[in-house]
Nanobody, 116 residues
Framework: QVSLVESVGGLVQPGGSLRLSCVVSGRISSINIMGWYRQAPGKQRELVAT???????NYATSVKGRFTISRDNAKNTVFLQMNSLKPEDTAVYYC??????????WGQGTQVPVSS
């Protein structure tokens, strides 16, 4: 089993920045991909960014150049640095882990409202 615990989000003004973190525990050795997803009100959950064990990253077109995903393997933590935030980035952000058997684990989600 794998457990994911996200940091608390919070209100951010347009143009502002926020860094989310997600601490992973449990059968960490089985995880090969970590990621962040988000779900805006009335919309489906969507991919934000992923990072593999080898460090390869993938981003949604809407966040490329503004968001950066990274990981600290020594601390079993994955980060999402979000810059130049826009109101349309408002969503609940979820940490995600996928293991070598393609089973997916989710964090509890953290709210990130972007508003003036």
């Amino acid at each position: 089993q794998v457990s994911l615990v996200e940091s608390v989000g919070g209100l951010v003004q347009p143009g502002g920045s926020l860094r989310l973190s997600c601490v992973v525990s449990g059968r960490i050795s089985s995880i090969n991909i970590m990621g962040w997803y988000r779900q805006a009100p009335g919309k489906q959950r969507e991919l934000v960014a992923t990072i593999t064990n080898g460090g390869s990253t993938n981003y949604a077109t809407s966040v490329k150049g503004r968001f950066t995903i990274s990981r600290d393997n020594a601390k079993n933590t994955v980060f999402l640095q979000m810059n130049s935030l826009k109101p349309e980035d408002t969503a609940v952000y979820y940490c995600n882990a996928q293991n070598i058997w393609s089973y997916t684990f989710w964090g509890q989600g953290t709210q990130v409202p972007v508003s003036s």
